[in-house]
C-alpha cells in the first residue's frame, strides 16, 4: 500500500453519518447532553481527521494528485466504471478543513442556540446528515460520487429550513428551496452525461488531463464546443446549490430555517459547493473563453444586484442572506476569471466572517426575544459586548478594511479580473474590466449595507419595546466562544492568502501554493494593478462606512428619510427585492401551476380514477351480474346444466367424420379414393390415412381426404381408411372392397 | 337376433325417462329411482355393445354398476330416512339449505 492509500478517508463523511444515524434512531430518548455529545463528538473527530490528513499526510503526495482511498466498486456497466471512492487533495483538503472546523463550532453554538428546542435530537441529526453529504461531496473522487453528495445536501438543506415545520411559510420555503434546486440539479446531471458522452470518464482526475485544446472536448456542437455546454449545464447547477442570478431566490428565504444552519448551510459550506465545482473542474472551464466571461459575467452581477436589495431589508439574517448571495457572485468572478485559488481564498475567508455574522445575528436575535427586525433594535453594542465585538471584525471583514481577512481575498478577486487573461485578447477582452468595474460597485454597496446593519443594531438607543429591553442579555459561554474563535479566523484568516503582486512575495501566499497542486497556480498580478486597486477599494469600503454612518449612524438619520421619502417608488421596488419572486409566480408558477391543475383535472380524475379504475370496477361488477344470474340455488337445474353441457361435448366428441360409403374411382389398376364427408369437415384439421392392401400399413397420408393408388395387379382389395380428430384425439375407420377384375393385364 | 339398435334405442329411452325423474321431480325417492333407472340404461348398453363386439369387458362393467347401484341405494335410502326425520319431508325444494 503506498502512501496515497494509507489513510482511510471514508472514516470523515463516515462519522457524521453514522452520528446521524445513531441520533436518528435512538436520539428520542437520549438526554440534551448527550445528543450534543454524539453530534459535536462527530463532527469533531471528522475534524481531527481532517487536519491529520491534510497536514501529515497529504504534503508528501499532492503533487501526485493527493489521498486516495477506494471503498468498492459502485456501478460497472460497458465502458463506464464508477469506484465509491475519495480523494484529499490541497482543494478538496481545504474545503474538508472548513466543513468539519467551522461545521463543528456550529454545532457547539447550536448547543447553546437550540437549548430550548424539543426536537433537540433531530435538529443535530440532521446537522450531522449535513456535514457528512457535504464531505461526499467535496471528498467524491468522480461526478456521480459528488452528485450524491450534492443531493444529499440539498436534502438537509430542505429538511432544516423547514425544521420548524408547523409554520406553513418554513415550510414553504424548504419546498422553494428544494424545487428551485432541482432545477440547478438538472442541468448538473445534464453537463455530467454529456461529460461522459465526451470524454468517456467522469474522474477528476482523468478529466484534466483530457481537457487539451485538441480533445473530444472541443468538438462543435451548435458553433459552440462541446466543452462550452458540459461547462454552461454544470453551471446552471452551480448557480441553483449557490444561489446565483436567476436561480438565487431560494436562499433569502431559507432564512426561516434556525440561525446555526444558516450559519452553516447557506453561508459558510453548501451554497459554495458550486464554486468548489467550478474550481475543481477547472481545466475544463478555461478550454473555452466564453464560458470564463459567463461564470464571471453571472457572478458580477449577481455580487452587485444582490448588494442592492441589501439596501433595503429590514431583517438581520435576510440582509445577511442577500450579502451571502453577493459573496457568491465574488467568488464566481474569482473561478470566472480564471483566478481559480482566489475564488477559493474568498471561499475561505466568507465561511468564517459570514458563519460569525449569521451566529452574531442568532446572538442578537436570542437577545432580542427571537425578532430579527432591525428596525426596532439599536444600542446593543453595550448591552451585547461579546456579539458586538465580534460582529465588528466580521463586519469589517466583509468590506474589506485592510489586515482584515475579507481585504485580502476580495481585492485578490477584483485586482485578479483587471489583470486576467482568460478571455484573451480578442471580442472578449472587455469582460475582465466590466467585471473588475461591477465589483468595486458591489463592494462599495456591501460595505454600505453592512455598515446600515452595524449600526441600525449596535448604535444609538434602543428602538424595541420596554418588553423586550428588559430582556436583552448576552448569551450563554458555548456559544460565545465560538463566536469568538470565528472572529479571530475572520480578523487573521487573511494572511495565509496574502497576494503575491500585493507586497512582492508570492511565497507569503500559502494558501495559493497550496492550491497550486489541485487549481494551478496563483493569477500573477503585477504590483502595480495589486496597490491600485487595494487602494481603491480600501477607499470603497472607508466611503461606504462612512456613508452608511451619515444615514444610520445611532439610528435612522435625516438623510436617510429624506432619501427615502424622496424616492419612495424606488425604495419600496428595493425593499420588495425588485419583485423578482413575483415575477417568477407570474410567468413560471402559476402557469405550472394551472397546467397542473387542468392535468389533474382531466388525467387523474377524468382518465385514472373514472375510467380506468373506475372502469374495471364496472366491468368486474357487470361481470358479476351476469354470473350471478345463473347461480340460483337449485340443484336440479345446476343438473340440468350438467347434463345439457354433457350432451353437447359427446355430440362434438362423436360428430361422424367419414361417410357411410368410400367414394371409389377405378381407372385401370388406378383408384382414387374420396373420403370426405358433406359439411365442414376441412375446419376441423382431420388427418387422413389410406391403406390400400390392406397390410397395416398407411401408403399415403395427410390432410386430403382424397388419395390415389396403382395397383401392381388386378384383382380384389381391401381399402382402410383410418381418419384422427386432433381436438379429440379420436379415430374412426371405414373400409371398402374393390375387384378390379383382368382390367388392364390380360 | 334382434339388431342391437333395438337395445339401444331402448337404453336411450330409460336413460332420457331417468334424467327427467332427476331433473324435474322434486321427491327425494323418486330422484333416486331416476338415477337407479340411469345407471341401468348404461347398463343395457355395455351388455349391447359387449354382446357386439363379442368383449367380455362390457359385462363386467355391468356387474360393477350393479354394485355401484345397490352401494348407492342403500346410502341415499339411509340418507333419506335421517332426511325424513329431521326435517318431517323428502321435498327437495322444502330440505334445500342453498339459496332461494
Redesign the interface.
Known amino acids: 500500500m503506498n502512501a496515497a492509500e494509507s489513510f482511510n478517508l471514508r472514516l470523515i463523511p463516515l462519522l457524521p453519518f453514522l452520528g446521524a444515524a445513531i441520533l436518528i434512531l435512538f436520539g428520542r430518548g437520549f438526554k440534551r447532553g448527550t445528543v450534543v455529545a454524539i453530534a459535536a463528538g462527530a463532527i469533531g473527530a471528522a475534524a481531527f481527521l481532517s487536519f491529520s490528513a491534510f497536514f501529515q499526510v497529504l504534503p508528501a503526495v499532492a503533487e501526485e494528485g493527493g489521498l486516495r482511498d477506494v471503498v468498492w466498486k459502485w456501478i460497472a456497466v460497458g465502458n463506464l466504471s464508477i469506484d465509491l471512492a475519495f480523494r484529499m487533495d490541497a482543494l478538496s483538503g481545504l474545503l474538508c478543513l472548513i466543513i468539519t472546523f467551522i461545521g463543528f463550532l456550529i454545532h457547539l453554538y447550536a448547543a447553546g442556540y437550540m437549548e430550548h428546542d424539543p426536537d433537540y435530537a433531530r435538529f443535530f441529526a440532521y446537522l450531522n446528515l449535513f456535514c457528512g453529504s457535504m464531505l461526499v461531496l467535496v471528498l467524491g473522487d468522480s461526478m456521480p460520487v459528488m452528485f450524491v453528495g450534492w443531493e444529499g445536501v440539498g436534502l438537509c438543506s430542505y429538511l432544516l429550513i423547514g425544521f420548524w415545520y408547523s409554520e406553513t411559510a418554513n415550510a414553504n420555503a424548504g419546498k422553494k428551496a428544494f424545487i428551485t434546486n432541482r432545477i440547478g440539479d438538472f442541468g448538473f446531471l445534464i453537463g455530467m452525461f454529456l461529460l461522459f458522452h465526451a470524454t468517456g470518464t467522469l474522474r477528476f482526475s482523468e478529466i484534466g488531463p483530457l481537457a487539451t485544446a485538441g480533445s473530444t472536448l472541443m468538438v462543435p456542437y451548435w458553433g459552440m464546443p462541446l466543452a462550452f455546454w458540459i461547462g454552461l449545464f454544470l453551471f446552471i447547477g452551480a448557480t441553483g446549490k449557490s444561489a446565483q442570478l436567476p436561480l438565487y431566490v431560494w436562499l433569502p428565504d431559507a432564512m426561516a430555517g434556525p440561525t446555526p444552519v444558516s450559519a452553516l448551510i447557506h453561508a459558510a459550506t453548501m451554497v459554495t459547493a458550486g464554486v468548489y465545482m467550478v474550481a475543481r473542474l477547472h481545466a475544463l472551464y478555461v478550454l473555452v473563453p466564453a464560458l470564463m466571461a459567463i461564470v464571471a459575467l453571472v457572478g458580477a452581477a449577481t455580487a452587485l444586484f444582490a448588494a442592492i436589495i441589501g439596501f433595503a431589508q429590514n431583517d438581520f439574517k435576510k440582509v445577511l442572506a442577500y450579502s451571502t448571495v453577493s459573496q457568491l457572485g465574488f467568488m464566481f468572478v474569482g473561478v470566472g476569471t480564471g483566478n481559480f485559488s482566489s475564488g477559493v481564498f474568498h471561499l475561505y475567508t466568507h465561511a468564517f466572517f459570514k458563519a460569525g455574522l449569521f451566529l452574531c445575528a442568532g446572538s442578537i436575535m436570542h437577545a432580542m426575544s427571537g425578532s430579527g427586525d432591525i428596525t426596532k433594535m439599536g444600542g446593543l453594542r453595550k448591552l451585547t459586548p461579546w456579539t458586538h465585538g465580534v460582529f465588528v471584525v466580521c463586519w469589517l471583514a466583509i468590506c474589506g478594511v485592510p489586515i482584515f481577512s475579507g481585504f485580502f481575498s476580495k481585492d485578490a478577486i477584483v485586482a485578479g479580473a483587471f489583470a486576467t487573461e482568460a478571455f484573451g485578447t480578442g471580442n472578449l477582452a472587455w469582460v475582465g474590466p466590466v467585471v473588475g468595474s461591477m465589483l468595486l460597485l458591489a463592494a462599495l454597496g456591501t460595505a454600505f449595507y453592512m455598515s446600515r446593519l452595524y449600526f441600525l443594531v449596535f448604535s444609538g438607543a434602543s428602538r424595541a419595546d420596554h418588553e423586550t429591553q428588559h430582556h436583552i442579555h448576552e448569551s450563554p459561554s458555548i456559544m460565545v466562544v465560538p463566536l469568538v474563535i470565528l472572529a479571530i479566523g475572520a480578523g487573521l484568516g487573511g494572511f495565509v492568502g496574502v497576494p503575491g503582486g500585493l507586497l512582492g512575495h508570492p511565497e507569503w501566499n500559502l494558501l495559493g501554493e497550496w492550491l497550486t497542486s489541485s487549481v494551478g497556480p496563483e493569477l500573477e498580478v503585477p504590483h502595480n494593478t495589486e496597490m491600485t486597486f487595494m487602494a481603491i477599494s480600501t477607499g470603497l469600503a472607508l466611503l461606504g462606512i462612512f456613508l452608511a454612518r451619515a444615514f444610520y449612524g445611532g439610528g435612522y438619520r435625516e438623510p436617510a428619510t429624506k432619501f427615502a421619502s424622496s424616492f419612495p417608488g424606488f425604495v419600496q421596488l428595493v425593499r420588495d427585492k425588485f419583485r423578482v419572486d413575483e415575477l417568477y409566480a407570474a410567468v413560471i408558477v402559476r402557469p405550472l401551476r394551472g397546467l397542473s391543475v387542468a392535468l389533474f383535472r382531466i388525467v387523474d380524475r377524468v382518465l385514472i380514477d373514472k375510467l380506468l379504475v373506475g372502469g374495471t370496477a364496472a366491468i368486474v361488477d357487470l361481470l358479476g351480474r351476469i354470473t350471478r344470474s345463473f347461480?340460483?340455488?337449485?340443484?336440479?337445474r345446476y343438473?340440468?346444466a350438467f347434463?345439457v353441457g354433457a350432451a353437447a361435448l359427446v355430440f362434438f366428441a362423436t360428430r361422424p367424420t367419414l361417410p357411410a360409403h368410400l367414394k371409389v374411382n377405378v381407372s385401370g389398376t388406378t383408384v382414387t379414393v374420396d373420403a370426405s364427408r358433406a359439411g365442414r369437415q376441412s375446419q376441423r384439421g382431420l388427418t387422413y390415412a389410406f391403406d390400400f392392401d390392406d397390410d397395416g400399413r398407411s401408403e399415403v397420408t395427410g390432410t386430403s381426404p382424397e388419395a390415389r393408388y396403382t395397383y401392381d395387379k388386378a384383382g380384389t382389395h381391401t381399402i382402410r381408411v383410418t381418419v384422427t380428430d386432433p381436438r379429440w384425439h379420436t379415430e374412426s375407420h371405414i373400409k371398402s372392397e374393390i375387384d378390379l377384375g383382368n382390367g388392364g393385364r390380360n | 337376433m334382434m339388431p342391437a339398435f333395438y337395445y339401444l334405442c331402448l337404453s336411450f329411452v330409460l336413460f332420457v325417462i331417468g334424467?327427467a325423474g332427476?331433473?324435474?321431480r322434486r321427491n327425494a325417492l323418486i330422484v333416486l329411482m331416476g338415477i337407479e333407472l340411469q345407471l341401468n340404461a348404461g347398463n343395457l348398453a355395455m351388455l349391447t355393445f359387449a354382446r357386439q363386439l363379442g368383449d367380455e369387458k362390457g359385462h363386467a362393467f355391468a356387474f360393477l354398476i350393479i354394485a355401484l347401484a345397490a352401494a348407492e341405494a342403500a346410502v341415499g335410502l339411509a340418507i333419506l330416512v335421517s332426511l325424513f326425520r329431521a326435517r318431517q319431508t323428502i321435498n327437495?325444494?322444502e330440505a334445500?339449505l342453498?339459496?332461494?
Open positions: 347461480q340460483v340455488g337449485d340443484g336440479q343438473m340440468a347434463a | 334424467t332427476v331433473l324435474l327437495l325444494d334445500s342453498m339459496k332461494r
